[in-house]
């Protein structure tokens, strides 16, 4: 009986790490220590207003963060009034008002995180064709997560003699295929923090990618939190229950 | 076994008119358990539980859910950021799907091993099918809801299946997507059957459950119950096993819940459904991988879709193809081998099938696919006659109270 039970998880173990996908093509990508992995693992605040600098100055010239609305920003630490600032830098569209026509307003917390663009044909015509993806979840929808965008992002080289570039890519270490339509984005002291940390190429895309794990996952850290609360929990309620199993069988083993 | 006297009157008026007291009393309390009953007979409750689980999940879920092409993700991305405590139910949801599967799974090789199909239980066994049955198709429908890219592909890659019926399969197809392609009366109408066949597994689980509760359970040494000295009341006995299991279980599915939500996951899910991007591997959850095997080791596609298919429907006909009157695998010493090799064949399914079926893939899917069908049709039948089971207990109580030593002695003296 014992066997059967220790080969049974021997085999679902072995079930589940067989049928974990398999890498996606491309050079292995580089591991990076993201000091929010691990079950206690907390966002950097400095790096988390960091990178939604760089998002802000950066990529929101071309990506979207659709599921982000301006209030959100108080989970990376920013107070109501500077959210309601930077909410305010851009135009929204609202209405139709009372005589029925649609008008223009500054944005509020209250509004989803103002695009680039108007729609992806809009997107498309200024961006040679390619469509820049939102951005919001790029962390969970990409196999790797965070070491994927930050090897992405630190990835551009000069393209191999022997690889024929196509008219408009960039040649790109990690993206599969490497030839990517998204032009070399982070140059060194491309931002200036409010911090005084050196703008370098690894630091915007470390601090970047934070930031797009936050905006990911947003509820991570109070759901790591809570989770080392439950499990501790269920770890002394599951001793209490085989204590109480023990006892009430134990007048049929004697 | 006369329900006892309640000496509340409130409980006493009502059990006279509809006896639910009496009933809980003899099925939960006093109902007899054998009593060498091992770990792995709680899987059923465990089971029980993560149904009730889906259950609440899932309806709360539905109550933010909008099942609409253009809404759906961002509804489901709204449960997970504004929602309160929307995350954790979504989690518990999304994780509790494989949940079920890994018990469900566990549940069946219990069977397969203890031979609990067999006379008496061939109904409780079957029922047990068509619980699996409702399973896929209710877990294959809840993917498709958060219309990301693998729920849309998927259903896509599915429901085509059926387009390889002759004549039929084109209208077939169409009539299941309700248009010319997986579109918006897609995605509704599988979110109406997904909630509803939700509660069909209720029904049948009652039923499952009734057919057990006449034949009663079978037990590790796979012999009858010949008197009370084999026996203890479910409650406490089975009531705090099943507990203590069931705690166990809760901080495992917590450490998924809270630490690796996405582990069973697919990233492109996270990705909004898109007609025109076909991902490069549309792969379905693990627990569908060892049939999609199946279905992609046949070249041609009915053929193919007809092995899928028949490999569960090769259950109903397992009480019949096990030709060994003998239940449990203890008792049967070359069946307990290929017991085994059937479990491996059934992880080397899997695993082929989360791989692109091409070079060592497609051939070991192959072989593997021939033997999960002669293990069936071919060893089973054939083990019944020619094994030679060892000698069976004469009852449970005995070896479980310290007569482990005389049954011993008894194999040998036959051996
Ligand atoms: C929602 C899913 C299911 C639930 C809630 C469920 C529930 C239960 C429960 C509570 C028991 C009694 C405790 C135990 O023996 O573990 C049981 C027994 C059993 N179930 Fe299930 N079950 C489910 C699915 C299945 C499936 C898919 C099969 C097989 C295809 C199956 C086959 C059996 C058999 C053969 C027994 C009797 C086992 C024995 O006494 O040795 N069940 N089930």
């Given at each position: 009986?014992?066997?059967?039970?220790?080969?049974?998880?021997?085999?679902?173990?072995?079930?589940?790490?067989?049928?974990?996908?398999?890498?996606?093509?491309?050079?292995?990508?580089?591991?990076?220590?993201?000091?929010?992995?691990?079950?206690?693992?907390?966002?950097?605040?400095?790096?988390?207003?960091?990178?939604?600098?760089?998002?802000?100055?950066?990529?929101?010239?071309?990506?979207?963060?659709?599921?982000?609305?301006?209030?959100?920003?108080?989970?990376?630490?920013?107070?109501?009034?500077?959210?309601?600032?930077?909410?305010?830098?851009?135009?929204?569209?609202?209405?139709?008002?009372?005589?029925?026509?649609?008008?223009?307003?500054?944005?509020?917390?209250?509004?989803?995180?103002?695009?680039?663009?108007?729609?992806?044909?809009?997107?498309?015509?200024?961006?040679?064709?390619?469509?820049?993806?939102?951005?919001?979840?790029?962390?969970?929808?990409?196999?790797g997560g965070p070491d994927y965008l930050y090897a992405i992002l630190t990835g551009y080289k000069d393209a191999p003699a022997d690889v024929k570039m196509m008219d408009g890519l960039h040649y790109n270490e990690f993206f599969p295929?490497?030839?990517?339509?998204?032009?070399?984005?982070?140059?060194?002291?491309?931002?200036?923090?409010?911090?005084?940390?050196?703008?370098?190429?690894?630091?915007?895309?470390?601090?970047?990618?934070?930031?797009?794990?936050?905006?990911?996952?947003?509820?991570?850290?109070?759901?790591?939190?809570?989770?080392?609360?439950?499990?501790?929990?269920?770890?002394?309620?599951?001793?209490?229950?085989?204590?109480?199993?023990?006892?009430?069988?134990?007048?049929?083993?004697? | 076994m006369n329900a006892p006297e309640w000496k509340n009157p409130v409980v006493r008026w009502i059990d006279f008119r509809l006896p639910i007291f009496s009933f809980v009393y003899h099925e939960l309390g006093v109902y007899p358990a054998p009593r060498n009953l091992n770990y792995f007979w709680t899987f059923g409750s465990l089971a029980g539980i993560v149904l009730v689980i889906m259950l609440a999940s899932g309806i709360?879920?539905?109550?933010?859910?909008?099942?609409?092409?253009?809404?759906?993700?961002?509804?489901?991305?709204?449960?997970?950021?504004?929602?309160?405590?929307?995350?954790?139910?979504?989690?518990?949801?999304m994780n509790g799907g494989s949940a079920f599967f890994i018990v469900v799974y566990i549940h069946m090789f219990r069977g397969l091993y203890y031979g609990s199909y067999k006379y008496p239980r061939e109904v409780l066994w079957f029922l047990g099918v068509i619980i699996l049955l409702l399973m896929m198709a209710t877990a294959f429908m809840g993917y498709v809801l958060p219309w990301g890219q693998m729920s849309f592909w998927g259903a896509t890659v599915i429901t085509n299946l059926f387009s390889a019926f002759p004549l039929v399969g084109e209208s077939i197809v169409t009539w299941l997507w309700g248009g010319y392609s997986v579109d918006n009366p897609t995605l509704n109408r599988f979110f109406a059957l997904h909630y509803l066949l939700a509660f069909v597994i209720v029904g049948a689980v009652a039923v499952h459950l009734w057919a057990l509760h006449v034949q009663k359970s079978n037990n590790p040494l796979g012999i009858d119950t010949k008197g009370p000295q084999d026996t203890v009341p479910f409650h406490p006995y089975m009531t705090v096993k099943d507990l203590f299991s069931l705690s166990v279980f809760l901080t495992v599915f917590s450490m998924f819940v809270f630490f690796a939500p996405n582990f069973f996951g697919e990233p492109d899910n996270y990705i909004p459904a898109n007609p025109l991007v076909t991902p490069p591997h549309i792969v379905p959850e693990w627990y569908f991988l060892p049939y999609y095997a199946i279905l992609r080791s046949i070249p041609d596609k009915l053929t193919g879709v007809l092995a899928m298919f028949g490999s569960i429907f090769v259950l109903f006909l397992l009480p019949w193809l096990d030709t060994s009157r003998v239940r449990s695998g203890s008792f049967r010493p070359t069946y307990k081998k290929f017991f085994w090799v059937f479990v491996v064949d059934c992880i080397v399914l899997g695993y082929v099938g989360a791989n692109p079926p091409e070079g060592y893939f497609l051939i070991l899917g192959r072989v593997a696919t021939i033997y999960y069908f002669f293990h069936f049709i071919i060893l089973l039948p054939l083990l019944g006659w020619f094994e030679r089971p060892l000698p069976l207990p004469t009852s449970i109580s005995q070896p479980v109270l310290g007569g482990r030593a005389a049954a011993t002695a008894r194999h040998m003296e036959k051996a």
């Open positions: 009986m014992r066997r059967f039970a220790l080969s049974a998880l021997a085999a679902l173990a072995f079930g589940l790490t067989a049928t974990t996908p398999n890498a996606a093509e491309g050079p292995a990508l580089p591991k990076e220590h993201w000091p929010f992995a691990g079950i206690f693992g907390t966002f950097d605040r400095g790096a988390l207003n960091r990178g939604f600098q760089v998002y802000k100055e950066v990529c929101s010239a071309c990506h979207s963060l659709s599921l982000i609305y301006y209030r959100h920003l108080e989970g990376i630490g920013l107070t109501a009034e500077e959210i309601r600032a930077i909410a305010a830098e851009k135009e929204v569209t609202d209405g139709p008002n009372d005589e029925g026509d649609m008008f223009k307003r500054p944005g509020r917390p209250s509004d989803r995180y103002v695009a680039p663009f108007a729609n992806e044909n809009a997107s498309r015509t200024a961006n040679n064709g390619a469509y820049p993806p939102d951005l919001s979840l790029m962390v969970k929808a990409r196999k295929g490497h030839q990517i339509a998204m032009p070399l984005p982070l140059s060194e002291g491309g931002v200036t923090f409010a911090d005084g940390t050196a703008a370098t190429v690894e630091t915007m895309a470390r601090d970047v990618t934070t930031f797009l794990a936050w905006t990911a996952e947003p509820e991570m850290e109070q759901r790591k939190q809570l989770g080392v609360k439950v499990v501790l929990f269920l770890i002394v309620f599951t001793g209490l229950t085989y204590a109480v199993k023990r006892k009430v069988w134990a007048d049929l083993h004697a | 709360v879920l539905a109550f933010n859910y909008t099942p609409h092409a253009t809404m759906a993700f961002d509804s489901v991305e709204r449960i997970m950021r504004d929602v309160n405590w929307g995350w954790l139910l979504r989690y518990i949801h």
